[in-house]
Protein backbone atom coordinates (compact mmCIF):
# COMPACT_ATOMS: atom_id res chain seq x y z
CA UNK A 1 0.00 0.00 0.00
CA UNK A 2 1.05 3.19 -0.99
CA UNK A 3 -0.04 5.79 1.29
CA UNK A 4 1.25 8.84 -0.15
CA UNK A 5 -1.27 8.57 -3.38
CA UNK A 6 -4.20 9.13 -0.70
CA UNK A 7 -2.96 12.76 0.13
CA UNK A 8 -3.71 15.52 -2.41
CA UNK A 9 -2.66 18.70 -3.80
CA UNK A 10 -5.33 20.89 -4.21
CA UNK A 11 -8.67 21.11 -2.26
CA UNK A 12 -10.69 20.01 -5.12
CA UNK A 13 -8.62 16.89 -5.59
CA UNK A 14 -8.89 16.24 -1.80
CA UNK A 15 -12.67 16.41 -1.96
CA UNK A 16 -12.31 14.20 -5.45
CA UNK A 17 -10.47 11.36 -3.68
CA UNK A 18 -12.55 11.88 -0.56
CA UNK A 19 -15.88 11.56 -1.79
CA UNK A 20 -14.50 7.98 -4.57
CA UNK A 21 -13.10 6.70 -1.33
CA UNK A 22 -16.00 7.52 0.74
CA UNK A 23 -18.22 6.17 -2.05
CA UNK A 24 -16.32 3.00 -2.64
CA UNK A 25 -16.92 2.44 1.29
CA UNK A 26 -20.51 2.34 0.80
CA UNK A 27 -20.78 6.06 3.08
CA UNK A 28 -23.87 8.01 3.29
CA UNK A 29 -23.22 10.89 2.06
CA UNK A 30 -24.33 14.60 2.99
CA UNK A 31 -23.06 17.82 1.37
CA UNK A 32 -23.18 21.36 2.85
CA UNK A 33 -22.81 24.59 0.20
CA UNK A 34 -20.38 27.18 1.58
CA UNK A 35 -21.70 30.35 0.41
CA UNK A 36 -18.55 32.46 0.26
CA UNK A 37 -17.42 34.04 -2.71
CA UNK A 38 -15.24 31.41 -4.23
CA UNK A 39 -11.48 31.42 -4.76
CA UNK A 40 -10.71 30.14 -8.52
CA UNK A 41 -14.16 29.86 -9.06
CA UNK A 42 -14.04 27.04 -7.30
CA UNK A 43 -17.35 25.55 -5.66
CA UNK A 44 -16.56 25.08 -1.88
CA UNK A 45 -18.45 22.45 0.45
CA UNK A 46 -18.11 20.22 3.61
CA UNK A 47 -18.41 16.90 2.86
CA UNK A 48 -19.74 14.10 5.48
CA UNK A 49 -19.66 10.40 5.16
CA UNK A 50 -21.14 8.07 7.23
CA UNK A 51 -20.29 4.56 7.89
CA UNK A 52 -22.34 2.04 9.81
CA UNK A 53 -25.50 1.14 11.74
CA UNK A 54 -27.16 4.72 12.15
CA UNK A 55 -28.47 3.50 15.74
CA UNK A 56 -25.02 2.21 16.95
CA UNK A 57 -24.59 3.78 20.50
CA UNK A 58 -21.06 4.40 20.21
CA UNK A 59 -19.40 6.98 17.26
CA UNK A 60 -15.73 8.09 15.71
CA UNK A 61 -15.93 11.19 14.28
CA UNK A 62 -12.75 13.30 12.40
CA UNK A 63 -12.57 16.24 10.89
CA UNK A 64 -10.16 17.83 8.66
CA UNK A 65 -9.64 21.52 7.98
CA UNK A 66 -10.72 23.13 11.08
CA UNK A 67 -7.97 25.25 10.13
CA UNK A 68 -8.81 25.57 6.28
CA UNK A 69 -4.73 24.77 4.83
CA UNK A 70 -4.27 22.40 7.48
CA UNK A 71 -6.91 20.17 5.73
CA UNK A 72 -4.18 18.59 3.25
CA UNK A 73 -3.37 16.18 6.62
CA UNK A 74 -6.51 14.84 7.67
CA UNK A 75 -7.86 14.90 4.29
CA UNK A 76 -4.74 12.12 3.27
CA UNK A 77 -5.89 10.32 6.40
CA UNK A 78 -9.72 10.12 5.75
CA UNK A 79 -9.07 9.15 2.66
CA UNK A 80 -6.23 6.66 3.33
CA UNK A 81 -8.90 4.71 6.10
CA UNK A 82 -11.89 4.73 3.33
CA UNK A 83 -9.85 3.99 0.06
CA UNK A 84 -7.51 1.06 2.10
CA UNK A 85 -9.98 -0.44 3.86
CA UNK A 86 -9.66 0.21 7.70
CA UNK A 87 -13.17 1.32 8.32
CA UNK A 88 -13.81 -2.62 8.31
CA UNK A 89 -11.82 -2.28 11.42
CA UNK A 90 -14.84 -0.63 12.85
CA UNK A 91 -16.98 -2.98 14.97
CA UNK A 92 -20.54 -3.38 15.13
CA UNK A 93 -21.83 -1.31 17.65
CA UNK A 94 -19.65 1.91 16.69
CA UNK A 95 -20.83 4.25 14.00
CA UNK A 96 -18.14 6.28 12.22
CA UNK A 97 -18.61 9.99 10.20
CA UNK A 98 -15.84 11.70 8.87
CA UNK A 99 -16.44 15.44 8.54
CA UNK A 100 -13.66 16.64 5.12
CA UNK A 101 -12.84 20.23 4.82
CA UNK A 102 -14.84 21.83 7.54
CA UNK A 103 -13.31 24.73 6.43
CA UNK A 104 -13.72 24.55 2.80
CA UNK A 105 -12.89 27.95 1.80
CA UNK A 106 -9.82 28.18 3.90
CA UNK A 107 -8.60 25.03 2.36
CA UNK A 108 -9.20 25.73 -1.12
CA UNK A 109 -7.56 29.42 -0.11
CA UNK A 110 -4.37 28.30 1.34
CA UNK A 111 -5.60 30.19 4.35
CA UNK A 112 -5.97 29.03 7.83
CA UNK A 113 -8.95 31.11 8.72
CA UNK A 114 -12.32 30.96 7.19
CA UNK A 115 -14.23 33.09 4.75
CA UNK A 116 -14.64 35.85 7.62
CA UNK A 117 -10.97 35.65 8.70
CA UNK A 118 -12.20 33.69 11.52
CA UNK A 119 -9.97 31.09 13.27
CA UNK A 120 -12.71 28.71 13.55
CA UNK A 121 -10.93 27.30 16.32
CA UNK A 122 -11.97 30.38 18.40
CA UNK A 123 -15.18 30.83 17.44
CA UNK A 124 -17.06 28.57 19.22
CA UNK A 125 -17.61 31.47 22.00
CA UNK A 126 -20.81 33.39 23.53
CA UNK A 127 -20.23 36.72 21.10
CA UNK A 128 -21.96 38.53 23.83
CA UNK A 129 -19.64 38.55 26.31
CA UNK A 130 -16.15 37.06 24.08
CA UNK A 131 -13.46 36.46 26.43
CA UNK A 132 -10.44 38.90 26.59
CA UNK A 133 -6.93 38.87 25.62
CA UNK A 134 -5.13 41.67 27.57
CA UNK A 135 -1.58 41.09 25.84
CA UNK A 136 -2.61 40.85 22.02
CA UNK A 137 -2.98 44.92 21.60
CA UNK A 138 1.03 44.41 22.67
CA UNK A 139 1.70 41.88 19.73
CA UNK A 140 -0.53 42.99 17.07
CA UNK A 141 1.48 45.95 15.80
CA UNK A 142 4.83 42.99 15.77
CA UNK A 143 2.58 40.55 14.12
CA UNK A 144 0.17 42.33 11.10
CA UNK A 145 2.79 45.63 9.72
CA UNK A 146 0.54 47.10 6.62
CA UNK A 147 3.47 46.93 4.54
CA UNK A 148 5.39 43.84 3.70
CA UNK A 149 9.15 43.61 2.34
CA UNK A 150 11.94 41.47 1.66
CA UNK A 151 12.93 42.82 5.14
CA UNK A 152 10.04 42.40 6.85
CA UNK A 153 9.96 38.97 8.43
CA UNK A 154 13.90 39.05 9.85
CA UNK A 155 12.47 42.63 11.75
CA UNK A 156 9.33 40.26 13.15
CA UNK A 157 11.77 37.54 14.35
CA UNK A 158 13.80 40.57 15.93
CA UNK A 159 10.96 42.15 17.15
CA UNK A 160 9.41 39.06 18.80
CA UNK A 161 12.72 37.84 20.23
CA UNK A 162 12.54 41.64 22.35
CA UNK A 163 8.89 41.03 23.33
CA UNK A 164 10.36 37.19 24.42
CA UNK A 165 13.02 38.39 26.64
CA UNK A 166 10.74 41.07 28.18
CA UNK A 167 7.70 38.90 29.03
CA UNK A 168 8.54 35.60 28.73
CA UNK A 169 7.83 33.12 25.94
CA UNK A 170 3.90 32.37 26.88
CA UNK A 171 2.98 35.47 27.40
CA UNK A 172 4.23 35.77 23.62
CA UNK A 173 2.88 32.42 22.80
CA UNK A 174 -0.97 33.71 24.53
CA UNK A 175 -1.33 37.31 23.42
CA UNK A 176 -0.68 35.40 19.66
CA UNK A 177 -2.48 32.50 19.49
CA UNK A 178 -4.72 32.11 22.26
CA UNK A 179 -7.65 33.85 20.37
CA UNK A 180 -8.72 37.56 20.10
CA UNK A 181 -12.06 38.86 19.76
CA UNK A 182 -11.14 42.68 19.12
CA UNK A 183 -9.22 43.07 16.16
CA UNK A 184 -11.31 41.52 12.43
CA UNK A 185 -8.21 42.21 10.39
CA UNK A 186 -5.36 40.60 12.64
CA UNK A 187 -4.52 37.00 13.23
CA UNK A 188 -6.24 34.39 15.53
CA UNK A 189 -9.46 36.15 15.50
CA UNK A 190 -12.25 34.29 16.82
CA UNK A 191 -14.73 36.39 15.16
CA UNK A 192 -17.91 38.42 16.46
CA UNK A 193 -20.61 35.96 15.47
CA UNK A 194 -20.71 32.07 14.69
CA UNK A 195 -19.14 31.72 11.25
CA UNK A 196 -20.39 29.30 8.42
CA UNK A 197 -18.31 26.64 9.80
CA UNK A 198 -19.25 27.08 13.33
CA UNK A 199 -22.90 26.19 11.95
CA UNK A 200 -22.31 23.54 10.03
CA UNK A 201 -20.61 22.51 13.15
CA UNK A 202 -23.20 22.68 15.01
CA UNK A 203 -26.10 21.33 12.58
CA UNK A 204 -23.42 17.94 12.30
CA UNK A 205 -22.98 17.62 15.82
CA UNK A 206 -27.33 17.62 16.42
CA UNK A 207 -27.98 15.53 13.53
CA UNK A 208 -25.28 12.94 14.18
CA UNK A 209 -24.58 12.90 17.29
CA UNK A 210 -27.55 13.30 20.19
CA UNK A 211 -28.46 10.35 21.41
CA UNK A 212 -25.25 8.62 21.55
CA UNK A 213 -23.82 6.69 24.52
CA UNK A 214 -20.02 7.59 23.32
CA UNK A 215 -18.27 9.33 21.42
CA UNK A 216 -14.90 9.66 20.28
CA UNK A 217 -13.49 12.72 18.08
CA UNK A 218 -10.18 13.11 16.45
CA UNK A 219 -9.75 16.52 15.03
CA UNK A 220 -6.54 16.84 12.80
CA UNK A 221 -4.49 19.57 13.04
CA UNK A 222 -0.70 20.69 11.73
CA UNK A 223 2.10 23.53 12.13
CA UNK A 224 3.24 22.74 15.64
CA UNK A 225 5.72 20.78 17.10
CA UNK A 226 8.69 18.45 15.47
CA UNK A 227 8.16 17.57 11.66
CA UNK A 228 5.63 14.42 11.32
CA UNK A 229 5.29 13.83 14.65
CA UNK A 230 1.74 13.93 16.14
CA UNK A 231 1.00 15.17 19.29
CA UNK A 232 -2.29 14.00 20.69
CA UNK A 233 -4.21 17.46 22.75
CA UNK A 234 -6.55 16.59 25.14
CA UNK A 235 -8.80 19.75 25.72
CA UNK A 236 -10.78 18.31 28.24
CA UNK A 237 -10.03 19.87 31.54
CA UNK A 238 -7.82 18.11 33.74
CA UNK A 239 -9.13 16.08 36.84
CA UNK A 240 -12.69 15.30 34.70
CA UNK A 241 -13.76 12.16 33.26
CA UNK A 242 -13.33 13.03 29.82
CA UNK A 243 -9.50 13.64 30.35
CA UNK A 244 -9.04 10.43 32.73
CA UNK A 245 -10.44 8.77 29.59
CA UNK A 246 -8.59 10.67 26.86
CA UNK A 247 -5.14 9.93 29.12
CA UNK A 248 -6.11 5.78 29.69
CA UNK A 249 -7.44 5.01 25.40
CA UNK A 250 -4.07 6.66 24.30
CA UNK A 251 -1.94 5.49 27.31
CA UNK A 252 -1.24 8.67 28.35
CA UNK A 253 0.84 9.52 25.12
CA UNK A 254 -1.48 13.00 25.25
CA UNK A 255 -0.82 16.40 26.10
CA UNK A 256 -2.49 18.88 27.67
CA UNK A 257 -2.58 22.97 27.81
CA UNK A 258 -3.48 23.35 31.02
CA UNK A 259 -0.56 20.80 32.78
CA UNK A 260 2.01 22.73 30.59
CA UNK A 261 3.12 19.34 28.39
CA UNK A 262 1.73 20.71 24.80
CA UNK A 263 3.23 22.93 22.47
CA UNK A 264 -0.48 24.58 22.45
CA UNK A 265 -1.38 27.43 24.67
CA UNK A 266 -4.77 27.51 26.21
CA UNK A 267 -7.46 28.26 23.92
CA UNK A 268 -10.56 30.06 23.98
CA UNK A 269 -14.05 29.22 22.27
CA UNK A 270 -12.24 25.65 20.63
CA UNK A 271 -15.00 23.46 18.49
CA UNK A 272 -14.17 20.11 20.48
CA UNK A 273 -14.93 22.03 23.78
CA UNK A 274 -18.03 23.33 22.06
CA UNK A 275 -18.95 19.64 21.30
CA UNK A 276 -18.14 18.11 24.37
CA UNK A 277 -20.43 20.57 26.44
CA UNK A 278 -23.18 20.46 24.13
CA UNK A 279 -23.92 17.04 24.14
CA UNK A 280 -24.27 16.68 27.87
CA UNK A 281 -25.68 13.14 27.84
CA UNK A 282 -22.52 11.63 25.70
CA UNK A 283 -19.54 10.57 26.99
CA UNK A 284 -17.40 12.43 24.76
CA UNK A 285 -13.62 11.80 24.34
CA UNK A 286 -11.92 14.86 22.60
CA UNK A 287 -9.00 15.46 21.09
CA UNK A 288 -7.05 17.28 18.23
CA UNK A 289 -4.29 15.43 16.60
CA UNK A 290 -1.51 18.11 15.98
CA UNK A 291 1.18 17.22 13.40
CA UNK A 292 4.25 19.22 12.60
CA UNK A 293 5.63 20.51 10.00
CA UNK A 294 8.15 23.42 9.45
CA UNK A 295 10.40 25.35 12.79
CA UNK A 296 7.76 27.52 13.90
CA UNK A 297 9.45 30.63 12.92
CA UNK A 298 8.49 29.60 9.30
CA UNK A 299 5.05 29.04 10.46
CA UNK A 300 4.60 31.91 12.00
CA UNK A 301 6.06 33.81 8.94
CA UNK A 302 4.12 32.31 6.62
CA UNK A 303 0.67 33.12 8.77
CA UNK A 304 1.67 36.88 9.20
CA UNK A 305 2.72 36.96 5.58
CA UNK A 306 -1.07 35.39 4.49
CA UNK A 307 -2.79 37.77 7.08
CA UNK A 308 -1.33 40.79 5.18
CA UNK A 309 -1.62 39.09 1.77
CA UNK A 310 -5.56 39.02 2.40
CA UNK A 311 -6.07 42.81 3.91
CA UNK A 312 -3.26 44.69 1.81
CA UNK A 313 -1.95 42.29 -0.83
CA UNK A 314 -3.09 40.99 -4.54
CA UNK A 315 -3.34 37.56 -4.26
CA UNK A 316 -2.39 36.94 -8.07
CA UNK A 317 0.67 39.02 -7.72
CA UNK A 318 4.18 37.39 -7.77
CA UNK A 319 4.49 38.16 -4.09
CA UNK A 320 1.15 36.28 -2.85
CA UNK A 321 1.71 33.91 -4.99
CA UNK A 322 4.91 33.08 -3.20
CA UNK A 323 3.13 33.64 0.32
CA UNK A 324 0.54 31.12 -1.04
CA UNK A 325 3.44 28.27 -1.40
CA UNK A 326 4.40 29.30 2.21
CA UNK A 327 1.31 29.09 3.50
CA UNK A 328 0.88 25.61 2.13
CA UNK A 329 4.21 24.31 2.98
CA UNK A 330 3.76 25.65 6.52
CA UNK A 331 0.62 22.87 6.89
CA UNK A 332 1.92 20.42 4.46
CA UNK A 333 4.71 18.48 3.50
CA UNK A 334 4.86 17.08 0.62
CA UNK A 335 7.16 14.62 0.96
CA UNK A 336 6.70 10.57 1.62
CA UNK A 337 8.18 10.04 4.99
CA UNK A 338 6.01 12.76 6.40
CA UNK A 339 2.81 11.31 5.10
CA UNK A 340 3.96 7.92 6.27
CA UNK A 341 4.46 9.34 9.85
CA UNK A 342 0.96 11.06 9.36
CA UNK A 343 -0.88 7.88 8.86
CA UNK A 344 0.89 5.62 11.19
CA UNK A 345 0.15 7.54 14.07
CA UNK A 346 -3.36 8.62 12.71
CA UNK A 347 -4.16 4.76 11.71
CA UNK A 348 -2.59 3.97 15.82
CA UNK A 349 -4.65 6.82 16.87
CA UNK A 350 -8.02 6.02 15.75
CA UNK A 351 -7.50 2.08 16.43
CA UNK A 352 -7.11 3.07 20.12
CA UNK A 353 -10.14 5.52 20.13
CA UNK A 354 -12.05 2.58 18.79
CA UNK A 355 -10.71 0.28 21.60
CA UNK A 356 -11.67 3.07 24.20
CA UNK A 357 -15.29 3.42 22.63
CA UNK A 358 -16.01 -0.85 22.76
CA UNK A 359 -13.77 -1.49 26.18
ZN1 LIG B 1 -4.80 23.88 13.56
Same mark, same amino acid.
Given at each position: ??????????????????????????????????????????????????????? &????????????? &??????????????????????????????????????????????????????????????????????????????????? $?????????????????????????????????????????????????????????????????????? $???????????????????????? &??????????????????????????????????????????????? $?????????????????????????????????????????? &?????????????????????????
Amino acid at each position: MKIATSFSATYTEAREKFLEAAAGAGAALQRFYNPASKPDGLALTTDVARLGDPD &APNMLLTFSGTHG &AEGFCGSGVQVAWLAEGFWREVPDNVQQVHVHAINPYGFAALSRTTEENVDLNRNFVDHASPPQNENYHLVQPILCPSEWDDG $TLERMAEQVEAFVEEHGFWTFREAATSGQYQDPQGIFFGGRAPTWSRRTVEQITRDYCSGLTRLAVIDYH $TGLGPRGFGERIVDHLPDTPGFDR &AMAWYDNDASSPYLGTSTSAKLTGQMLDWIDSNLPDVESTVIALEYG $TQPEDKVIGALTADNWLRFHGDRDSRLGREIKRKVRDAFYQD &ADDWKQMIWDRALDTQRRALRGLTG
